[in-house]
């Protein structure tokens, strides 16, 4: 449970809202009707079996799919059509289950990949790079640099990504998405395979994301503990339904999702 | 014994007798070099941006060449058609963005490899409807490209140096570190390589696919119409230059694919190496090597250092 009690969820204004969501392929759905919405300021976890929708759910909402029904609200803007470049201008950032890091880069390089979209200096100027091209790589470094140093990775600044241990990717892939300085950050289950302090890590790291930042995080996850630990609301999907949404104690109680997760009898 | 001093010795012993040559034929090494390194570079920009071999590099040269020559001899003054070639070439970037790329987005690479081989034959048969298939000759003094040769007298002989070939040369070496500058250190150089790393990581920060490729596209069709005026100046303007394409192939195997200065320095192996093993060892196999000797040296690349001189190498977690 929480104690932080630093933002009262129930007055936040709603960040994004999903109404009667559908998403299929083929003759498969991924998504049936799901509704359900994001308040400024949270912590928003999206929990469910493998196989539930929950990765399918980020997808719709960044852009990567585009749903056959349902209205998405971001920022007041409703839209059923957007794609990812367009998501990512509107302040959604991502990270991916199975780390999508460019590998031959740096993480340096990495994380300033993230800052593409603040980034105005024109084709010219960059082509020769000099004038404002060099102004903005200058500023723009030095903000890269606080984010290192906030994640605590200034060792490996240099490192092409494709070396390091699997939890250092994942923190610099969440780097990148902090560099984009989101309104949405989105999660995609950011302590798969971690170890136990790997974990602890990351979850104090999303906290002072969300507490010194504010930023709205919406992120899948298997760990349980984490989930009721790290999040004010919690959503459940089962087959592509929702099957239970509240604060992680109502969650906890709730018959529907102690079925899905322990199977039941029938 | 006789075959072994042939192989062994004699080149070396000749090399010595007459330096002026084994500059001369250095220096011509070099310029075809150069040459091959601009083609290289072409194939590294798109391969770079979209892990895609552009097949359709080889053709590109020739479009771009044969759309300048074809404009001045409608009576279009020499800058203005390199202007509307250039506009061309960003027309052709987009077109390939919207029609080619965009439909097959997600599809496997070697989906996009097919495609490229069509985009080829179609500019292909475009370029000969357009301006049919005589070959041209390429409009040097109306850009002010130098002609003529210095001879420089040294080591007891003359070593002749085209000018066409050294300004050839200049604006190689420039069109190669602009590039290497502004992909390593700029925003949309980042981009390029993001892309070309993973697409999805790349959208999900907001860089534009359609927009990287158009660039990539764009950067390319400007190298080409390079390679096709200073090709083109040499012999002439025809589709016969396409095949000129395939010996970027063992350019790129020696420097790597991914590599700007490898497409220069693997540009440059090949050609002197082409050069020195015609002129010195080839009449010992009747001539005719520097055709197969490229490909050759590339073989023996493969087994030793399959990521090339500067290729990045593949990192593999398992």
Redesign the interface.
């Known amino acids: 449970m929480r104690e932080r009690g630093k933002i009262d969820v129930a007055a936040g204004e709603v960040l994004l809202s999903v109404e009667n969501v559908s998403l299929s392929f083929g003759g498969v759905k991924a998504l049936a009707e799901i509704s359900f919405d994001i308040r400024k300021g949270e912590i928003r976890a999206i929990i469910g079996p493998n196989g539930a929708g929950k990765t399918s759910m980020l997808n719709v909402v960044?852009g990567?799919y585009q749903p056959q029904h349902g209205i998405i609200t971001f920022k007041g803007k409703a839209r059923s059509k957007m794609?990812?470049?367009e998501a990512?201008?509107g302040g959604i950032?991502?990270t991916?289950q199975n780390v999508?890091?460019?590998?031959?880069?740096s993480a340096l390089?990495n994380i300033?990949?993230?800052?593409?979209?603040t980034?105005h200096?024109n084709?010219f100027w960059?082509?020769?790079?000099f004038g404002p091209?060099l102004k903005?790589?200058i500023e723009h470094r030095h903000r890269v640099e606080e984010i290192i140093d906030f994640l605590e990775i200034p060792h490996i600044r240099k490192v092409?990504v494709?070396?390091l241990p699997?939890g250092l990717q994942k923190r610099v892939e969440l780097g990148?998405?902090l560099?984009?300085e989101p309104d949405l950050l989105l999660l995609d289950e950011p302590m798969a395979g971690m170890n136990l302090e790997e974990k602890e890590d990351m979850s104090r790291f999303i906290l002072d994301v969300n507490n010194s930042f504010g930023t709205t995080i919406a992120l899948i996850e298997h760990d349980m503990g984490v989930v009721m630990d790290l999040s004010d609301r919690v959503l459940v999907l089962d087959y592509g339904r929702k099957i239970a949404d509240g604060t992680p104690d109502q969650v906890k109680a709730n018959q529907a999702v102690i079925d899905a997760y322990l199977g039941v009898a029938h | 014994m006789d075959l072994l001093y042939k192989i062994f010795l004699d080149p070396f012993v000749q090399m010595g007798g007459a330096p002026d040559l084994l500059v001369q034929t250095l220096w011509e090494g070099l310029v075809a070099g150069v040459l091959y390194s601009l083609i290289a570079l072409g194939f590294v920009l798109i391969f770079k941006a979209s892990g895609v071999f552009n097949f359709a590099q080889g053709i590109m040269v020739v479009f771009a060449a044969l759309t300048l020559v074809g404009l001045y001899e409608h009576g279009v003054p020499a800058f203005l058609a390199l202007a509307i070639t250039i506009a061309v070439m960003f027309g052709l970037a987009i077109a390939v963005e919207r029609l080619m790329l965009r439909p097959l987005v997600n599809q496997p690479d070697i989906i996009l490899f097919m495609a490229t081989f069509g985009l080829t034959y179609f500019l292909i048969g475009f370029g000969e409807l357009v301006f049919g298939g005589d070959p041209k000759i390429m409009i040097t003094e109306e850009l002010f490209l130098p002609k003529g040769a210095i001879d420089l007298k040294m080591l007891g002989g003359f070593v002749s140096l085209q000018k066409i070939d050294i300004a050839a040369a200049i604006i190689a070496s420039i069109m190669v570190a602009g590039l290497a500058v502004f992909f390593q250190r700029t925003r949309i150089g980042r981009a390029l390589r993001a892309v070309a790393d993973s697409h999805k990581a790349a959208l999900s920060v907001g860089i534009s696919l359609e927009q990287i490729w158009v660039v990539v596209w764009f950067a390319a069709g400007i190298v080409a119409l390079a390679t096709g005026i200073m090709w083109g100046a040499r012999s002439n303007v025809s589709f016969a230059l396409e095949i000129i394409a395939l010996k970027a192939l063992p350019v790129l195997i020696l420097g790597g694919f991914t590599s700007i200065p490898g497409a220069i320095v693997g540009g440059v192996i090949i050609g002197v190496g082409e050069k020195m093993g015609e002129f010195y060892w080839g009449p010992l196999l009747g001539s005719g090597i520097e055709s197969w000797l490229a490909y050759f040296i590339a073989l023996v690349f493969l087994l030793f250092r399959p990521q090339g001189l500067f290729g990045e190498k593949i990192i593999e977690r398992i």
């Open positions: 960044n990567f794609r990812p470049h990512a201008a950032a991502r991916f999508a890091l460019f590998r031959g880069m390089d300033l990949a993230g800052r593409t979209l980034m200096a084709f960059q082509l020769i790079r091209a903005e790589e092409p494709g070396r699997y990148r998405a560099a984009m």
